[in-house]
């Protein structure tokens, strides 16, 4: 894919000065809609609505991902597996990679939008509601762990660019390596290099990484400026059910 991968593109739009939380709840309601009714009427209403935000967001066209050869090739050999069946089966296996491609657009184009800084404070207030249920174990009072769960989220959103990054860098010192004999060269195997290095690598970081937070106060500092929707956010939010509703009427007349 292209660097740009869950991070976020400095530009500025009504879409980059949104809510994080408006955005998720944006995704998903949309996910939640095409889980259940995954036509193509939904899945070409819900692409046009994407393609639109993205427009508005004045992203540039080198922001789009481009995938890898082997992801395309899945794509054609799941459908080669489908076309014996039927082809109900293969128009349904076209419609969930379509949809994977919509969630993961979607997802694509809150991180293009967003600072990281804005994730986790803004799912633990909107998963604020859970901390009211509680339980009581061994005498203790507990809780749902609201904020270690957007945490969790937060962190990793922030660290994958990085570990991307490593591994790209990784790949390249690899193939700059003095070339052994073909004895020593068939006996590797690339794969396992990598990965074994990029696990190193990422407990390095996260070491340094959890000293850093510690060092500012903890996790809760994460969590503590939630920000607020506005005006612009109960607009978005309008509009995103509107669209759904929109779908949902366009596919009771169709049917």
Known sequence: MSSVVLREVPVDSPVHRLWAGTKMIGVFAFSLLLMFV???????????????????????LGTLPRF?????????????INVPVGVSALVRYAQVIVFGFLLLGSTFLVAWTTPMGEIAPALAKLGAPLKKIGWTRD????????????????????GLPLLLEEMRILRAARKLRPKDSLVHRAS?????????????????????????????????ELTARPGSPGRADV?????????CALGIGVELLFQ
Do not use: C, H, Q, Y
């Not at 995954?38 to 540039?60: D, E, R």
């Not at 270690?148 to 989220?153: I, M, P, S």
């Not at 607009?235 to 669209?243: E, H, I, Q, S």
């Open 38 to 60: 995954p036509s193509w009427w939904l899945l070409g209403i819900a692409a046009l609505f994407l393609s639109t935000v993205f427009v508005i967001a004045k992203l540039p």
């Open 68 to 80: 890898p050869w082997w992801v395309w090739i899945g794509v054609l050999l799941g459908a080669a």
């Open 188 to 220: 590797e195997n690339p794969l396992v290099d990598i990965l074994t290095a990029s696990m190193a690598v990422s407990t390095r970081r996260a070491g340094e990484l959890g000293e850093a937070i510690t060092t500012r106060g903890g996790t809760g």
């Open 139 to 158: 005498g203790v009072r507990r809780t749902v762990p609201v904020d270690e769960w957007a945490v969790v989220v937060a962190l990793t959103l922030r």
């Open 235 to 243: 607009v978005a939010l309008l509009v995103v059910a509107f669209v």
